[in-house]
């Protein structure tokens, strides 16, 4: 039992959708911290320009330092609509001027440049805030030194920003991933078409088909339908050598089959005892039976090699079906059977091989005769539409629908066993599947009996 | 009303101005209870600094929706109950369920201070923009500061439409007017402050122009609105500059020679501000509550017997002003949100108090 693997199309699916989903992965990674970094930027530099404004608005007075804050200032801070402000202005000697005295940047300890605003990100009464000071040196005798601002906002506006930049990054993302999988899927659709055609000229292809496969096939495929032609031409080659093998060796037996033939009507019957007597009837019988199949064999042979060589010309189907039909009733036949040939008024024209369809019809009136007829048989040449029909009709039991198929192949007769030639119908149908025919089969019915039925296509007019 | 440092005028102003005979008299940290109509099973602490008599007809409605809630209304001024507040929010104790203050500075650096919770609701969803911080502090009042003038003393020709010409009604008849003008003191008050506050923001110049008249005319500050409107009615005063609207209105109708007017020029539009401390006791029911005053139903009750301007209606009748503050581009309404932040600092605050006092020496009464 083969082992069915996941299909071409899914693996690739499955691996294209594993990248792109990947990719996304790292895209929204990456628009998250892209959106961070801009929300920060862009309140960031609202916090600078408030505490440059407060900055500003230090002024020393009587030898003091006072401030007077800008309410300017915290209008550009509450552009972040909702976040909550804290704020210090530290004077040069380290005393609180004004707002949150317990507000400090860890950094401020460290080593930074006093002139440039430092930003942090840290937690003022358990909430998350971003914090900047800036510094400006005062320049007044008494009071020398920096005044340092700090300002911690929380981070509310900035989150909500975070999160709708990422969420449109999102949006695009996926749009994008999703187009990227639907073209995928077509695509892969696309490409494995060939292989659909592929096994689909194989699957429709006539069983006894073996020339070279002849379609367009991607480069990819190539060497897989090179190796198929090359095996069909393999298979070709053997099955030809076997049927002339078969051919040769019906060829040689019926020469001391002939012999025997001959011998067997020398011997004396009337010096046989009864028993004997009928032991010879009984070699008789099957010598006869032996050469008929021999005959059909190299028949068989005979019509193979014919449509592979032979130039088909045209023929009319009415006196190819009369020869045959002389050659099929012997003379020997019992009298009490009716048999009558039945001609149309029109000469039907087909184009064929004389002698392969003499011999299908021979088969199927000889297969009749043997099988079927019990008192009646009637051969018809009828014309239905572009078609000439050559129809066999018998009174005997017929064949059940049910072994219709299987009676065209080689040695299955509808009586198994006794009488079995097997090749007749074989012989019919392939030379009608030659000329573009083809053999069936009608019912037994109260008014008619069983009948075969040829059918061949006429010729055109024009002659072609 | 606002910061008082002595009851006594209060107190007079009180028995010759407030007509609410059957309601025990609010006066600052005094304690007003509204028994629940049903029996009561819950109570509603509200400290305010807020007139009880300008709240009492939205609580009375109130219940009616909610006739099992008791009322307990806890009168302050404005910066007892912000240092009250404040002082429960660091202390992590529970102050009322809800705090209700012209001061909204005061409220937006509770809120900010992180001793706030918010409150959102398809009631809320309706406050405007400016008058909403954070879900945390709401507006729920419209009242523009108007000048009231004594209409049997003060000629028509003389009378003030917009903020320049009290300055040239003082410039040319200093004489006239002489200690016959009162304001706030923004050193007592804290509505007196923000608006001040707001006057120099708005139109700095303007402003200056003004304090220097006020300056030169002797200008007369008190505590109060009750105070100054009270002064207006005794004869004493003509003018009152920066008086909060609605009890400007609320005056005028009390007696007709009170005349009111908004300034042409620009009217600030002060929001009362409402707000849930975090440790509410009873937060529900003050969100209850909160709902209540921001809904149309509450809002109607405001407008008609409590602060009677609204930003959607016209201006109440006998108000000389403009027909419509906001679209005409005259209400500048001070927007609830951190740029008051900066009115509420410490350092600020007393430099321009300091500014404000230099000019008006010696200070009255």
Known sequence: MQRTKPSLFSRLVLRVALVLAGGAAVLMTAAWFYARAAADEAYDRLLQGAAIQILDSLVVEDGKIAVNLPPSAFELLGLARRDRIFYRVIAPDGSTLTGYDDLAAAGAGKEHALNAPLFETSRYRGLQVRLVQTSRAISDPSIGGWAHVLIAQTTEARQVLTTELTTRALILVTIMSLLALAGTILAVRYSLRPLDALGDTLRRRDSQDLTPLAVDVPRELAPFVDSINHFMRRLDERLKLLQRFIADSAHQIRTPLTALSAQVSLIDEEALSETNRRHLDRVRNRTSELARFTTQLLNHAMVIHRFDSAQLSPLDLTDVARKAFRAAVPITIDPDTVVSFEAPDETLTILGDGLSLREAIVNIIDNSLRHGTLSKLEVRVVRRGDFGLVEVEDDGPGIPPADWSHVTQRFVSSKSGEGSSGLGFAIASEVAGALQGALSFREKTPQRGFTVVLELPLMRRDGL | ?365
């Open chain 2, 1 to 365: 009303m606002t910061a008082c440092r002595s009851l006594k005028p209060l107190l007079m102003l009180g028995v010759s101005l407030l007509a609410a005979p059957d309601l025990a008299r609010a006066l600052e940290g005094e304690q007003t209870v509204f028994p629940a109509i049903a029996t009561e099973q819950t109570r509603l602490v509200i400290n305010g600094a807020t007139d009880v008599d300008a709240m009492k007809p939205l609580i009375l409605d109130f219940q009616q929706l909610a006739p099992e809630v008791a009322v307990v209304f806890n009168d302050y001024v404005t910066n007892d109950l912000f240092r009250e507040a404040e002082s429960a929010c660091s202390k992590e104790a529970a102050y009322g369920d809800v705090l209700l203050s012209s001061s909204v500075d005061q409220l937006v650096k509770l809120a900010n201070d992180g001793c706030a919770q918010d409150h959102r609701s398809q009631e809320t969803e309706r406050v405007a923009d400016w008058a909403n911080w954070r879900d945390e502090v709401f507006g729920f009042t419209f009242e523009p500061a108007v000048i009231v003038y004594d209409g049997k003393r003060v000629p028509p020709e003389d009378v003030p439409r917009s903020h320049v010409e009290i300055a040239e009604l003082l410039r040319a008849k200093p004489d006239v007017y002489r200690n016959r003008i009162g304001t706030y003191d923004v050193r007592v008050s804290g509505i007196g402050y923000l608006l001040a506050f707001h006057d120099a923001l708005q139109a700095p110049t303007t402003y200056g122009r003004l304090l220097e008249s006020f300056s030169r005319a002797d200008v007369v500050t008190r505590c109060c609105n009750s105070e100054v409107l009270g002064e207006i009615s005794s004869g004493r005063l003509r003018i009152a500059y920066n008086v909060l609207g609605s009890y400007a209105y609320a005056a005028s109708r009390r007696n007709p020679d009170l005349r009111v007017v908004i300034p042409r020029d620009y009217a600030l539009i002060l929001s009362r501000g409402a707000l849930i401390p975090k440790l509410a006791p009873n937060p529900n029911l003050a969100k209850r509550f909160l709902d209540y005053l921001l809904s149309p139903r509450g809002q109607k009750v405001a407008r008609e017997k409590a602060f009677f301007f609204s930003e959607g209606a016209p201006l109440p009748p006998d108000v000389d002003g403009p027909m419509s503050l906001i679209e005409s581009g005259v209400g500048r309404p001070i927007r609830i949100g951190p740029a008051l932040l900066a009115a509420q600092d410490q350092a600020t605050r007393e430099r321009f108090i300091a500014n404000w006092s230099s000019l008006f020496s010696p200070p009255a009464p």
